[in-house]
Structures are given as structure tokens and as C-alpha cells.
């Protein structure tokens, strides 16, 4: 009698359902690559399961891309370029930053050093080519005037973004712009002759990548998110400290990619990662300065439609501050 009834709990508990879980689709800025490597990481080891979390990594397009998919609510949470993000809140989209990644911009120009080229201000009269649009483009003025340079004296050429290279080394172009974690790219093509000073180093340095949530969705699930965070937040930091399985995790997920290649990428973004915030306060915050001083860099250079308080468009609360960034050597090549 003892054990039907035990058999007959044993049942209706293998039948009732599973705790519900709450879905999070997350909008890649492009395809997956080194610097989303903690993400899978974390999917892999069931770190988002265990809070209840049904996460899904979506392929990205680009930062507008992952923004709109976002601001759409096709995903809840994405990663986007800071300056993207802001742009488009002004635009009218419901998003908040919930964690950082590139505490440093990965904007970096590159030359050959045989053309003479030493610094921006021999970029006078010179040709640079990048794709039309690109925020590179828009953000020049702010870096050319800090460093003592007419932005107007050079000449921008319109180029693909997988053809930069290649014009670099025909020498159709003189100087062309790249994010840092493709510098690998760049010296393994160009070797002792590349020429290469990174934005963050030569007086312009908004915030990079992020993380951010559908305002709506962040609102009506906030401690779903919470958690989220905290779980990123947590393998972010785990895989600066151990890369292995991390980088073993994106590719088991994305078959094409090759160990050796995104682990030199994840180098890169470390670098990336690391700065005196991220060291001292907390790995992903977002300093209340530095995002005043990105707003007006933003509102002159890329135009906010309609202005806002930027203080509302990010928050730090979900952050653990005993999570810290360590200080990363650039990786020489």
C-alpha cells in the first residue's frame, strides 16, 4: 500500500510541469566571435538555466541592427555600440544599457608606415576609406580637432568593410579604420609596416560595446534581468580569469569558427574591458561622467533628434561591485 502511494507521488511529480522559465533572446552586435565567447560559456555550463533563464544567442548585423532588434522587442536583450544606442534612443527607441563591455572604444586607425604616415597629423591631404555612414566617419571632426588637425584636409573614400584591407595594401586608400579586435587581421596582412594608433589613446574614447534591454520588458521583468547581469556580469569576469573553456564553448556552438583565432580575438577585447572603472568600481559599469561626456560627443557629431536625460537610458543596479576587471597588457604581434 506504502509503496503504490509512493509510486503513485513519484508520478504526478514526474508529470507536473517544469518551473517556468522566462525567455531572453539575445541580438549578437555581429556574428559570434571571441568577445561573445562568455555568453556561450555560460549557456553551455547551464548558468542561465539555473536562474531561470531560457537564454537564446541571436547572430547579429551590426550595432543598428541589434539596436532595432531590441528597441522592436524581436529581442530583449542585445549588444549595440554606445553611440548607436544613444542615437537611437533619440530616435525614439525604448532601450537601457544594463552592463558594459568595451569600457574603451575599439576605434583604431591603420596605415602602412611606408607611406610616411607617423601620426594623424600626417593624414593631411591623405585618403581614408571606410564604409558610408560608418560612425568612425561621423565621429572623425572630434578626433581630428584633438589632435590638432583641419578634420576637412583629408579625403574619405567609400569602401566596403571587408575591402578596407586590401585597399590599404593596393594603396587606393592611405588610412583606413578598424575596431581593435580585428588588429590580429591587420598585423598578421600588413606585418612591421603597419602603422596603427588606437582612438583611446590619442584623445577620443567613448564607451564601445554594451549590453542593453528593451525598456518595456526591463520594466514588467526587471528581476529576470537582474539576473541576467548577473549571471554575464560573472562569466565575463570567469573567462578573463580561465579563456579555455570559454573559447571552447563559442566553438562547439558556432562549428566554423577556430580555437586559435578567437582566442587572439578574446586577447583584444580584454584590452578592450579594461580601464580604470572597470578596475576600481565594477567589471560592466557605466561612470556617470563619461556617459555625460558620450551624450554631447554624440548629440554634435552623430545627432540626437530629440534630447533626453541620459541618466535614464542606463543603470548600474544589477551590477555585483566585487566583480572587478583586472589591468590587461596589449598582446604584441
Known amino acids: 500500500m506504502r509503496s503504490a502511494l509512493l509510486a503513485a507521488i513519484a508520478a504526478v511529480a514526474l508529470a507536473a510541469p517544469a518551473a517556468a522559465q522566462t525567455k531572453i533572446t539575445v541580438a549578437l552586435n555581429w556574428v559570434a566571435g571571441g568577445d561573445h565567447a562568455p555568453l556561450y560559456w555560460a549557456q553551455r555550463t547551464g548558468l542561465y538555466k539555473a536562474e531561470g533563464l531560457d537564454v537564446e544567442i541571436e547572430q547579429g548585423r551590426g550595432s543598428a541592427a541589434s539596436a532595432q532588434r531590441v528597441a522592436a522587442g524581436a529581442a530583449q536583450i542585445g549588444i549595440s555600440d554606445m553611440g548607436v544606442v544613444l542615437t537611437a534612443i533619440g530616435k525614439g527607441a525604448d532601450l537601457v544599457a544594463v552592463e558594459n563591455i568595451y569600457a574603451n572604444s575599439p576605434q583604431g586607425l591603420y596605415w602602412v608606415k611606408s607611406s610616411g604616415i607617423k601620426g594623424v597629423k600626417d593624414m593631411k591631404g591623405k585618403k581614408i576609406g571606410n564604409p558610408p555612414g560608418d560612425a568612425a566617419r561621423a565621429m572623425w571632426p572630434a578626433l581630428a580637432q584633438a589632435n590638432g588637425l583641419d578634420p576637412k584636409s583629408v579625403t574619405w573614400v567609400n569602401i566596403d568593410a571587408n575591402a578596407k584591407l586590401g585597399a590599404l595594401k593596393a594603396g587606393t586608400i592611405d588610412v583606413t579604420t578598424s575596431f581593435y579586435n580585428l588588429h590580429h587581421v591587420f598585423a598578421r596582412e600588413l ?111 552623430l545627432g540626437i533628434e530629440k534630447p533626453y536625460d541620459v541618466k535614464k537610458v542606463y543603470t548600474n543596479e544589477f551590477l555585483d561591485k566585487s566583480i572587478k576587471m583586472t589591468a590587461v597588457e596589449p598582446p604584441k604581434f
Not at 549590453?211 to 526587471?222: M, T
Not at 580575438?265 to 556617470?288: C, F, P, Q, T, Y
Open 191 to 301: 606585418g612591421a609596416d603597419m602603422g596603427f594608433l588606437a582612438w583611446r589613446d590619442i584623445g577620443l574614447n567613448p564607451y564601445g560595446n554594451s549590453f542593453v534591454a528593451n525598456g518595456d520588458f526591463l520594466r514588467k521583468n526587471k528581476e529576470a534581468v537582474g539576473k541576467f547581469v548577473k549571471v554575464t556580469q560573472k562569466a565575463y569576469a570567469e573567462c578573463v580569469k580561465n579563456e579555455k573553456p570559454c573559447i571552447e564553448a563559442l566553438v562547439a556552438a558556432n562549428g566554423a569558427l577556430l580555437i586559435d583565432n578567437e582566442t587572439t580575438n578574446w586577447h583584444l577585447v580584454k584590452v578592450l574591458m579594461s580601464d580604470e572603472i572597470s578596475r576600481k568600481v565594477a567589471l560592466g559599469w557605466h561612470d556617470d561622467k563619461r556617459m555625460a561626456n558620450d551624450y554631447e560627443l554624440v548629440k554634435t557629431y
